[in-house]
């Protein structure tokens, strides 16, 4: 996958603006900047005559869709519960940009972490990234939408055990070390979305979706980048007492990006009218934690990495937290796990 072309039509400022920064060509190539038909999401069909075509489907890498007692749906609602479990994963991106990156962005933006090696240019970057994840989350809602008014689903109503959780997590952290906790829950979740949504474009053939995916996904690499230099930075500014509490955090906050929601699931199973005994039979083992830190070492490949670049596993007691968890071996091996 390239990046779209630039428009042509560089800014001095850009031109002249260091290569290495992230953001240096956010005027050319974000796009909340260069892609407004982003909106014009369409499907051009309704629920029913898509039935058999299976582009909504995430495919047997999906947990939900491929539980067992799924395996004998009938097309129809097969392509149903592709396009509900679609929605639910669009949902919770949409939600965890504005309710939680854009948080972590907020503190980034407000100077917060002066004096942890990040001057002001790059304070005010994070303002690049907020209004990048407002219009993500826009045109995701906006898709969102559209594919539950041609699938007639309903919208969800309840909260989200992953954003509750989240921040009941970053609560419990002492007031004065609390920005920071906002920052790594930033730093953590900027550098596992881009492999969340490379999984998403696998999954659908669908060429609007693709685009929006794809998208984003650019956004996303940049962000990533962004994320994991800031943390570069700060991470050796920390006194040792700072990294050992925060780093015992770490893999509580990569946890919590994979906590199921069966509150959720329960929604999406009945919207997309699948048998009262298969939904039972699913419900019936879709606790929260279960299976949380499987999923978060298999999707946080590039997080790991970049922590072990940053020497956060050189400190015995975050490496001892970060091994319990399982997120890496015991011999500090971080190859990642199917989850
Ligand atoms: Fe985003
Ligand atoms: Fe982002």
Redesign the pocket.
């Known amino acids: 996958m390239r990046r779209r072309a630039p428009s042509g039509n560089r800014s001095s400022a850009a031109t002249s603006a260091d290569a290495t920064d992230p953001f240096h060509d956010w005027n050319e190539r974000a796009a909340v900047r260069g892609m407004p038909s982003l909106t014009d999401f369409v499907l051009d069909a309704r629920g029913d005559e898509l039935s058999g075509v299976r582009w909504l489907a995430f495919g047997a890498a999906d947990e939900l869709l491929s539980h067992p007692a799924l395996g004998d749906l009938d097309l129809q609602t097969r392509n149903r519960l592709g396009a509900a479990r679609l929605v639910h994963f669009l949902d919770d991106m949409a939600l965890t ?1 504005h309710r939680i ?1 854009n948080v972590a962005a907020q503190r980034i933006a407000e100077n917060r972490l002066r004096g942890h090696d990040v001057p002001e240019p790059l304070a005010l970057d994070a303002l690049k ?1 907020y209004t ?2 407002g219009y ?1 989350a826009y045109f995701t809602a906006l898709a969102v939408g559209r594919i539950r008014e041609a699938f007639g689903l309903a919208a969800y109503e309840g909260p989200s055990q992953k954003i509750t959780g989240i921040e009941a997590l970053v609560a419990e952290v002492p007031a004065p070390r609390r920005d920071m906790a906002w920052f790594l829950v930033g730093f953590v ?2 550098t596992m ?1 881009t492999k969340a949504i490379v999984d998403a474009m696998r999954s659908t053939a669908h060429s609007a979706l693709q685009r929006l995916l794809l998208a ?1 996904l650019e ?2 690499w ?3 980048r962004y994320f994991a230099h800031l943390f570069s930075r700060v991470w050796p500014t920390l006194a040792a007492q700072e990294r050992a509490d925060l780093g015992e955090l770490l893999p509580r906050i990569m946890g919590a990006f994979h906590v199921r929601d069966p509150e959720r699931i329960a929604h999406t199973l009945t919207d997309a009218g699948v048998p009262a005994s298969a939904r039972k039979t699913v419900l019936a083992r879709q606790a929260p934690e279960e299976g949380q830190f499987a999923r978060a070492r298999h999707m946080g490949a590039n997080t790991l990495q970049v922590m072990a670049r940053c020497g956060v596993f050189r400190d015995e007691a975050v490496r001892g937290a970060f091994v319990r968890a399982g997120l890496i071996d015991r011999d500090g091996n971080l190859q990642g796990k199917s989850a």
Do not use: I, S
Request: aromatic share 0%; no cysteine; glycine share 6%.
């Open positions: 940009e990156v990234l990048d994840e993500h979740g900027e979305v984003h956004d996303e940049v962000h990533a």
